[in-house]
Each structure stands twice: as structure tokens, then as C-alpha cells.
């Protein structure tokens, strides 16, 4: 069974990463947070930035799975050049770590997490808390990660990516 799941949500500037693990039916939270690197103007320092720090991540934890939301185009050419690159540094990784991948889109996500397709990124934060019983505002982009993670964990359990509230 797969106890560490990563879940990376890559962005242009900021790239959400968030850790749990599966034990029996539960979820326990490992780690969550962000790579910042808006304010780098090089575009392949930026790229290093979210290898190094990934890496450093995946040395750490030792998960076993990577969890990614599906590739979807942008009108913004640029915009979807620039998520293709985080992707791809994100895929790489996941290679040369062995991890296996799973891939989700956001209704799938949404759903998994919030139980709707359409749910607003705020629902879905509302309800990764109190999944992993965080009482601390977390970053958006951590928050879209952790969902990753909790969905991937949903699936390795065969729930369909349906919650198991541990209260």
C-alpha cells in the first residue's frame, strides 16, 4: 500500500506541495507549503528553485506517490508555456524518485474533496481542513495540493474519492 502521498499543485509563480500519509481509513498530515518564486525574473532559476526544493521535499518524505492535476490549456499561450515547464520539473522528479503518478482534473478533485464538481476553491480549503484537522489558514495553492493528495489517498483506499471523516 501506498502510506505517502505528495501532492503538487504547479504554478507559474507559486507552486503548492502537500503531504499526507494513509494509515487504515485515515489521513495523517505530514506537511504543507508553498515554493515562492515570483520574484525571480530568470525563468530557469525559477525552475531550479522548484526542482531543488521539491527534491529536497520528496528526500524527506519519502513518498510513493505523486498526485497532479491533469494538464489543461489556457487561452493565455504564455500562461500554459509556463505551467507546461512546472510540469515538466514536476514529471521529472517523479521519475527520477520512482514515484508512481496519479492525475486527476479539478471536477475530479472537487468532487473527491468537496463533494461537487463545481465547488469554489474556498469550500474545497474549508474542507481539506477539517480532512486533516488544520486550524490554521493555509495557502491556496497548499490547500489545492493537499486536495491532490487527499484524492490520490481516496483512490488508493477504493473509495472513489469519497471522504472518510474521522471524527
Same mark, same amino acid.
Given at each position: ?9 504547479? /504554478? ?13 481509513? %485515515? ?6 507549503g ?16 522548484? %526542482? ?16 497532479l ?23 521529472l ?10 492525475? %486527476?482534473n479539478?471536477?475530479q ?5 468537496a ?18 484537522s488544520i ?9 489545492d ?7 490520490a /489517498? %481516496? ?8 471522504p472518510?471523516?474521522?471524527?
Open positions: 500500500m501506498h502510506n505517502v502521498i505528495i501532492g503538487v499543485d504547479p /504554478g507559474s509563480n507559486i507552486t503548492g506541495y502537500g503531504i499526507i500519509k494513509v494509515e487504515r481509513k %485515515f489521513f495523517s498530515l505530514l506537511d504543507y508553498i515554493i515562492d518564486t515570483s520574484d525571480e525574473n530568470f525563468r530557469p532559476k525559477s525552475l531550479e528553485i522548484i %526542482f531543488k526544493n521539491l527534491s529536497s521535499i520528496i528526500e524527506f518524505f519519502k513518498p510513493q506517490v505523486l498526485s492535476e491533469k494538464a489543461f490549456y489556457y487561452r493565455n499561450v504564455k500562461s500554459s508555456i509556463i505551467l507546461g515547464e512546472v510540469r515538466g520539473i514536476v514529471l522528479l517523479a521519475s527520477l524518485y520512482d514515484l508512481d503518478i496519479m492525475e %486527476f479539478s471536477t478533485v472537487k468532487s473527491s474533496i463533494g461537487y464538481g463545481r465547488a469554489s476553491k474556498t469550500q474545497v480549503r474549508f474542507m481539506v481542513k477539517r480532512l486533516l486550524n490554521e489558514d493555509i495557502p491556496t495553492d497548499a490547500s495540493a493537499l486536495a491532490l493528495s487527499l484524492c /489517498g %481516496f483512490e488508493v483506499l477504493g473509495s472513489q474519492c469519497f472518510i471523516l474521522k471524527v
